[in-house]
């Protein structure tokens, strides 16, 4: 699976000179980006692209070659994958479509490249994908991207990998991070998924150094394997799936060849292997920061903190609609709170009103994240002052120190919001709502892990108690 993220050589068949080449901004990018392994461009004429030496045939290269990466016409892709085999080449990107997505026609196309697959041993992305992307060695063969498009995906490296059943969604994706804390580590097209699966890449990504998994899914070809493969990995996976209707079931099967599956089974199978659903397609690139810059929600008590009255009965609200509750403070709590200024409410929600100092608020955030009837917080401070911003930078320090997370909103306009958090490095999210739902999953990824933990232990005894009966003539 490296050989898809990290070849020493890559040959990109049906990059031209032709205008609008699709192919031809693979190597366009991969110069660009001054990517360390060789890049062969393959094309009727034999002619060299953006500077990759061309060759007429994968079989005329006359160096090994790791990775091949097809964008061309679906009729003229079987015999190009045999030519793979012939050439040693074992990994290989199919980008073009029109295969079981397209009809009959296609999926007999299709086939054929399977029985090419089975004979050589080749392993196979896509077809009908946009291909992988590594920001840690500058790698993408993702077709027109453009360079600098996207902001610094390259330049600063993240940990949080994707693997997506549509190139607009991972576009999306490095477009949002540009005004957030997360970057991407890697990004996986995986299209048709002839060959490689979500389950394939959830396995590897255990492996690498990503600390968050996200995916965009249109249909699930083989559950049983997902499942037994999720629950063998501890970090946050975080799903949001696509044909909840009968609508969007269509339109995934138009559009990557795959029924998208009964909808209350896949939410049920999540449940079961521990992977984090989300409801909304902006969670895939708003959720991470969660888990990459906090600790994780171990109970449901949370404590509102907010200078505007009219927040803290919001924030109760959707805390309970989404499952969790009001922390209800002990009276020590409360007369600690009590004693560290003019408060308008000591209770949760915690009101601080306008009257406050850098330290009322570090002593606030103190008190409650050690009460023992705490398990998170949810401030919701005005940041009309610098002082407020500084506690919060405190804040952050405090939950690592106390092993309980903030999930942070500050009611300002988004513009503001953004300045802010990249200004200050302060995982804020966009709205209440958001805030909430950061740390309903965070609480489900904790549950996740006990699952897990005691799965694999039960697990563990059992086979033990198998080992001993055998040996034991049972």
């Known amino acids: 699976m490296e050989t898809f993220f990290n070849p020493r050589s890559v040959a990109v068949i049906g990059a031209s000179n032709t205008f609008f080449n699709l192919a031809a901004t693979i190597c366009n990018l991969l110069k660009y980006n001054k990517y360390h392994g060789n890049v062969y ?5 034999g002619e060299s692209v953006h500077g990759c030496p061309g060759y007429a045939s ?8 790791d990775l091949a990466v097809i964008l061309i016409s679906a009729k003229n892709v079987p015999g190009i994958v045999r030519d793979c085999g012939e050439k040693g080449i074992k990994s290989i990107v199919i ?11 296609g999926a007999a196309l299709q086939e054929e490249i399977e029985q090419y697959m089975r004979r050589y041993g080749l392993r196979i992305l896509g077809p009908n994908c946009l291909g992988t992307l590594n920001t840690h060695n500058k790698f993408c063969c993702f077709y027109g991207f453009i360079p600098e498009k996207y902001g610094d995906g390259f330049i600063a490296p993240g940990t949080i990998s994707y ?4 190139g607009g969604i991972g576009v999306l994706v490095l477009d949002s991070f540009n005004k957030d804390l997360c970057r991407v580590n890697k990004m996986v097209s995986i299209g048709n998924k002839s060959d490689i699966d979500e389950a394939d890449l959830i ?6 150094n990503t600390e968050v998994i996200g995916m965009y899914l249109e249909n699930v070809q083989n559950g049983s394997k997902l499942m037994k493969t999720a629950m063998r990995v501890k970090k946050p996976i975080l799903a949001f799936k696509v044909g909840r209707t009968a609508e969007g079931s269509r339109a995934a099967m138009s559009h990557t060849a795959g029924m998208a599956n009964n909808d209350v089974i896949f939410d ?11 409801k909304s397609i902006s969670e895939l690139h708003s ?11 171990r109970g449901k008590r949370v404590a509102v903190i907010t200078n505007s009255g009219a927040f803290g009965g919001i924030a109760a609200d959707l805390l309970v609609e989404n499952g969790l ?12 709170l009590a004693k560290t200024g003019q408060l308008f409410n000591a209770k949760n929600p915690v009101d601080l009103g306008p009257a406050m100092s850098k330290q009322m608020f570090i002593d606030i955030f103190d008190i409650l994240l050690s009460a023992d009837e705490v398990d998170g917080l949810l401030p919701v401070p005005n940041v009309w002052q610098d002082i407020v911003v500084e506690a919060i930078l405190e804040l952050i320090k405090m939950c690592h120190h106390y092993g309980k997370p903030a999930a942070l909103y500050i009611p300002n306009a988004i513009e503001r919001i953004l300045e802010i958090r990249s200004m200050y490095r302060i995982p804020v999210f966009e709205s209440p709502e958001e805030a909430t739902r950061a740390l309903v999953v965070s609480h489900q990824q904790y549950t996740y892990i006990l699952k897990k933990e005691q799965t694999h232990e039960g697990d563990a005894a059992e086979g033990a108690g198998k080992e001993t009966e055998s040996a034991i003539g049972v």
Not at 41 to 45: D, E, L, Q
Not at 163 to 166: A, H, L, P, T
Not at 203 to 208: A, E, M, P, T
Not at 287 to 297: I, S
Request: a negative charge.
């Open 203 to 208: 396995d590897y990504f255990n492996g690498d």
């Open 95 to 105: 980008e073009s479509a029109g295969f079981d997505e397209a009809g009959d026609e």
């Open 268 to 278: 049920s199978a999540c449940r079961q292997a521990g992977i984090i659903r989300l």
């Open 325 to 336: 509750e009001m922390a209800a403070l002990a009276p020590d709590t409360i007369e600690r």
């Open 41 to 45: 461009a393959v094309n009727r004429k």
């Open 58 to 65: 994968v079989l005329d290269i006359p160096d090994e070659v």
């Open 163 to 166: 693997i997506i059943q549509s």
């Open 287 to 297: 959720m991470p920061k969660m888990f990459t810059t906090m600790p994780l929600l």
